[in-house]
């Protein structure tokens, strides 16, 4: 425990001192679309939180989302799966980390990311009698806020496959026994040990409805439910492809690699998956495949999936080469979104000010998001250490920072 302390104190101290040192790496203006100077005077300002392999940093832009800073490194050298703000309270923010010495945990600020300190519980399964096989965390992998009615509480997700809850804005986190220790556990992920990161619970929602109403997804897995606080769950797959998987329409074992419930309808889902796009409008319990409507060229195989706040039938994706080799890179070394607006029965691809050839980076699944300005602005962090951004909704890209290491999440702040 003293290494554990000393170590903190050590990474603490570079934390903040680099924190109250930002500077001007990066300076980039990015395509406006044709508006008056009221109308942008009602946008909010935008900051970005780039979580990456060797650190985390803060990519600041001016109050028209046309100039752009970069800080100086927050745990340089650390890897930094997920960096989240809390909506509710923008003062909270929370880090899910794999450090050298501390190996996975969380940090936690609350003065919005000025000091930091690490969790004195981070997630971890319960101690086995040494008869038993038990589970370690090896990665806290994913993070999002509670419903808005529980102040403090925060979800982490985990590989080995696992579900943890705070109540006190990360400080201690405790399992949520009712899914990590379901008796359907061990058969859920058996399928699933083929990923390279191993198996991770990810893309944790919350209907904003019901508190009690949540979703998780499991690559691999599937995406599983719950209606009653995470007590009970049940697999949510039907109709997606488990092409690695010798049963036709399994029930479980899927690889999703993100799934989204839009701010604009929490009755449609939709999922980025390992075998395709997927759309879901309950109360129905079957997937559709909306990739099928993608270019054949491209294919429907990639990581993220963005909807837009305020209209549930638009959605941009990234596609990536889903070859049998699975190279992970852009198609033909040609990155590009694609974006529906009729809810995937149609897609047009936008890759205006994009490389034309020969760029051969993908884009992690916490590695795109967009603000909720208008027009909308969305922004994508890229393997090879670059971020982009358009403030017109896709119709022309520009690079905001390159150089950074590999880019594993992206998340917004916006202030009035």
Same mark, same amino acid.
């Given at each position: 425990?003293?290494?554990?302390?000393?170590? +903190?104190?050590?990474?603490?101290?570079? @934390?903040? $001192?680099? /924190?109250?040192?930002? !500077?001007?790496?990066? %300076?980039?203006?990015?395509?406006?679309?044709?508006?008056?100077?009221?109308?942008?005077?009602?946008?909010? +300002?935008?900051?970005?939180?780039?979580? @990456?392999? $060797?650190? /985390?940093?803060?990519? !600041?832009?001016?109050? %028209?989302?046309?100039?752009?800073?970069?800080?100086?490194?927050?745990?340089?050298?650390h890897i930094i799966h997920h960096m989240l703000c809390d909506p509710r309270d923008p003062s909270v923010m929370l880090i899910a980390a794999k450090t050298g010495h501390l190996g996975p945990t969380v940090f936690r600020s609350l003065d919005g990311g000025k000091t930091w300190k690490e969790a004195s519980k981070p997630p971890a399964f319960p101690k086995v009698g040494e008869a038993e096989q038990g589970r370690a965390v090896e990665v806290v992998f994913w993070l999002t806020p509670g419903h808005s009615t529980e102040p403090g509480r925060w979800y982490a997700g985990t590989s080995p496959p696992g579900l943890f809850r705070t109540d006190d804005n990360g400080d201690t986190w405790h399992p949520v026994e009712g899914f990590n220790d379901h008796p359907m556990y061990s058969e859920w992920i058996k399928n699933g040990g083929g990923t390279p990161g191993g198996q991770i619970v990810h893309s944790i929602r919350i209907d904003p409805r019901n508190a009690d109403h949540m979703y998780i997804a499991i690559s691999s897995g599937g995406v599983f439910e719950s209606k009653d606080n995470g007590k009970n769950w049940c697999p949510l797959n039907r109709g997606c492809a488990a092409d690695f998987l010798p049963?036709?329409?399994?029930?479980?074992?899927?690889?999703?690699?993100?799934?989204?419930?839009?701010?604009?309808?929490?009755d449609r889902l939709y999922q980025q998956n390992h075998c395709g796009i997927y759309r879901l409008d309950r109360p129905s319990e079957r997937w559709i495949r909306i990739g099928r409507n993608m270019p054949q060229s491209v294919g429907d195989i990639g990581f993220p999936i963005v909807a837009h706040p305020r209209d549930a039938d638009r959605v941009w994706v990234f596609p990536m080469d889903g070859t049998t080799v699975w190279p992970r890179t852009s198609p033909d070394g040609?990155?590009?979104?694609?974006?529906?607006?009729?809810?995937?029965?149609?897609?047009?691809?936008?890759?205006?000010?994009?490389p034309k050839c020969d760029a051969y980076f993908t884009v992690k699944r916490q590695s795109m998001c967009s603000d909720q300005n208008e027009p909308l602005g969305l922004y994508f962090g890229t393997t090879s250490g670059e971020v982009w951004g358009t403030i017109n909704e896709g119709k022309s890209w520009s690079c905001l920072v390159r150089y950074l290491p590999e880019i594993y999440s992206l998340s917004v702040i916006e202030q009035k």
């Open positions: 425990m003293a290494t554990r302390s000393s170590s +903190s104190k050590r990474s603490n101290a570079a @934390t903040q $001192k680099s /924190a109250r040192g930002s !500077r001007t790496i990066a %300076r980039k203006r990015i395509p406006t679309a044709r508006k008056s100077a009221a109308s942008h005077s009602k946008n909010r +300002s935008v900051t970005l939180l780039v979580g @990456t392999r $060797k650190g /985390a940093f803060f990519l !600041r832009a001016d109050s %028209r989302r046309q100039r752009w800073q970069i800080s100086p490194p927050l745990f340089l050298g049963d036709e329409d399994p029930e479980y074992g899927h690889d999703p690699h993100c799934f989204i419930i839009p701010d604009a309808n929490p040609k990155p590009a979104a694609f974006m529906t607006r009729d809810g995937g029965e149609t897609w047009q691809q936008q890759s205006r000010g994009l």
